[in-house]
């Protein structure tokens, strides 16, 4: 069997330039917390010279977006604008069907969803999944919180069912899915530029997971 390169994503959360071109010769793309970043997130963008998301999180998808839903996705358009390569809109957001025929004129589009809390069953996960390609995602994505080591293995297990998705828990008990995601057919997994400026809880930075994935040869 060929062995798969695991991508990385970084997660940028704040304006440090110095740290984001330490790695951008490291992963293989970034993701812009449109949410985290501010209102000088286009200057960041201008700066990044390899292949960047953009994803404006909402407060209650563990996010800090705290406008109208209009003005986020307004944030979300102009990123297209300023040269994204895909655009993150979650499942639950209000009038996403044409949101996504918009973004797929210019971008790849990522429909997520989060659970916070908890790992449902996997037949659940299997559904909200199938939503989001039916809905014309390019990349699908299913996060959800692990509270034991079968919760890593739903969310590992679910990969084998769909391609182009991303799969994995979060919390200190889902590192385990975060790691092993890509190697199994993940399209990517997240990682922080900093253990300070992690975007959600159990978010390994990009120097561990890249001693993970050279210890094991894959990088």
Known sequence: MKQVRPKICAVITGADIEKIKRVEGLVDLFELRLD????NW??????I?????ATNRLKDQGGGWLKSEEERKEELIK??????????IELESPEIAPFVSLVKKKAKCIISYHNLTTTPAL????????KEFLLGADIG??????GCLEDNLKVLELL???DHLISFAMGEAGLLSRLISPLVGGEFTYASLSEEAASAPGQPTVEEVLRFYELLGRR
């Open 79 to 88: 990123a297209l604008g300023l040269g994204a390569a895909s655009i993150d």
């Open 160 to 162: 084998s069912h769909f």
């Open 36 to 39: 985290l970043l501010g209102d």
């Open 123 to 130: 037949n659940e996960l299997t559904e909200i999944a199938r």
């Open 49 to 53: 010279k390899i292949p960047w998301m």
């Open 42 to 47: 286009p200057e960041v963008a201008r700066t």
């Open 141 to 146: 994505k299913v996060v959800t919180r692990a």
